[in-house]
């Protein structure tokens, strides 16, 4: 099959190329600025369309098994597909039991295979309650099916708790042994616990109701700073091995990164700030939440210039039940973003001129790729790898109302945003997940439950 006359994104070129793609059996064969098609064989017309790598989206809460009233794997990977994403990577902590064994990674798979659309790969988690198991023993079972363990310096979850530093310092040697980064969850609970006392206290005392100002203060940057420096500080030689997940504060990317860590960010830190809670609430809350105008400035040249690797999304949606509480401190913190992430730095930060081609396609797939063992087979169209590609239309656009996501999840502060650039069909190894041309809505959706691969590190 060849996709004809497309504008392709190759890797480390500076602009889009005129070209041809001939790819079978799943991967890309051919890339020629003209090739013609065999007899018989098929033909895609890209003319006028812009053809880049699937979105690779190194982030995403998909809860299943457990949670699947926020999400499952049959609505998050057909949100992804929407959204230009041809693989997932998919968090340890919001599937029941989590991810910390052999055992519960081999039971989500039986699960979830048979219902993604998108490729997908499994994050391993180390837990508070089980560090101690996971450190003698548990990581190293668990690293073969895994790209990377997850760890959170202050957790709101039961089912999966913090680690303290001493054994975060451990679980970073036991990663950098087993080559697999550790990601981690930077907010510090000195911080967040100390202030949410502190109010709780003020608000027993005047009576007062709870307001945005009780969840954002204790959470604010000093949270994010104290919690990254800590872990610079424990990773004695190990930094590379160090991911900080969902940076929100602009300090936090700087400092990472002129350490020799890496780090993401999301497009809610880039698109709203502290500010905008009075009109958006509880659907922008997040943990991190999202900080000044001044550190949404300084995430984007911070994505633009590397010192951010990539995107990700921390796709964790809720219910309208669990996010309407009309309390701040109650209302569920996460938002949907799988399906709105790579529309929305297409268009504010490629197409709009902000960040140039190369970071932009390194920011949206292939920094991930490289990060997580995937990059043989993922993160760019070339020759070998395998054809996930989305075919975008520059002249249209897109308006995100919640109403229309295909996730489980409806409420998104991107409510009404209207963005350049059309995605038009997601195609997955050579397969076509999702095609806006003829049909919207789940009938956009084009390949069957289970299409989804499961991948590992070193994946080729
Ligand atoms: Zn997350």
Not at 278 to 285: D, E, H, R
């Amino acid at each position: 099959m060849i996709i004809k006359d497309g504008l392709l994104a190759l890797p480390g070129e500076g602009q889009l190329l005129r070209a041809d793609l001939r790819f079978s059996d799943e991967r890309i064969t051919s890339i020629a600025s003209s090739i013609t098609p065999a007899k018989g064989e098929e033909l895609i017309d890209a003319s006028g369309l812009m053809v880049f790598p699937a979105a690779i989206d190194p982030h995403v809460h998909f809860d299943e098994p457990g949670f699947t009233h926020r999400e499952d794997y049959f609505h998050g990977t057909m949100e992804a597909a929407k959204g230009g994403v041809g693989t997932i990577i998919d968090m340890p902590c919001t599937s029941l039991p989590p991810i910390t064994t052999k055992a519960a990674y081999e039971n989500k798979l039986s699960v979830v295979q048979g219902k993604a659309l998108v490729d997908y790969a499994f994050f391993g988690g180390v837990s508070g309650h089980t560090a101690e198991a996971s450190l003698s023993g548990g990581m190293d079972e668990l690293a073969p099916f895994v790209v990377a363990f997850k760890c959170y310096f202050i957790s709101g979850m039961d089912s999966f708790t913090a680690v303290d530093h001493d054994q975060f310092r451990r679980i970073l040697v036991e990663g950098t042994r087993l080559g697999r980064p550790i990601l981690l969850h930077a907010e510090d609970p000195g911080c967040v616990k100390g202030a949410e006392a502190r109010l709780a206290a003020e608000r027993r005392a005047s009576g007062r109701a709870s307001t945005w100002r009780d969840y954002l203060e204790p959470r604010n940057p000093d949270a994010e700073l104290v919690a990254a420096a800590s872990a610079l500080a424990l990773a004695r030689g190990r930094e590379a091995g160090l991911h900080i997940v969902h940076v929100g504060t602009a300090e936090v990317a700087r400092m990472v990164a002129a350490a020799g860590a890496s780090c993401e960010t999301c497009a809610h830190y880039l698109a709203f700030d502290e500010d905008d809670f009075g009109s958006l609430g509880a659907a922008l809350k997040t943990a991190p939440p999202v900080k000044t105008a001044s550190d949404r400035a300084g995430l984007w040249q911070l994505l633009t210039t590397g010192s951010i690797s990539f995107l990700a999304s921390d796709h964790a949606p809720a219910p309208e039940a669990e996010k309407a509480t009309g309390d701040p401190l109650t209302a569920y913190g996460g938002i949907p973003g799988v399906g709105t992430g790579f529309p929305y730095l297409l268009s504010e930060g490629y197409l709009s001129g902000r960040i140039p081609l190369p970071r932009f396609l390194e920011a949206s797939s292939l920094a991930a790729a490289r990060r997580y063992g995937l990059a043989a087979r993922k993160g760019s169209l070339e020759v070998g790898k395998d054809a996930d590609f989305v075919l975008v239309d520059p002249a249209g656009t897109t308006t995100i109302e919640g109403k229309t996501l295909l996730s489980l999840g409806k409420i998104t502060p991107f409510e009404g945003m209207r963005l350049t650039g059309r995605i038009v069909g997601t195609w997955v190894r050579g397969g076509a997940v999702y095609e806006a041309r003829n049909a919207s809505g789940p009938a956009s959706i084009v390949a069957s439950p289970g299409s989804g691969k499961h991948l590992t590190w070193g994946y080729r």
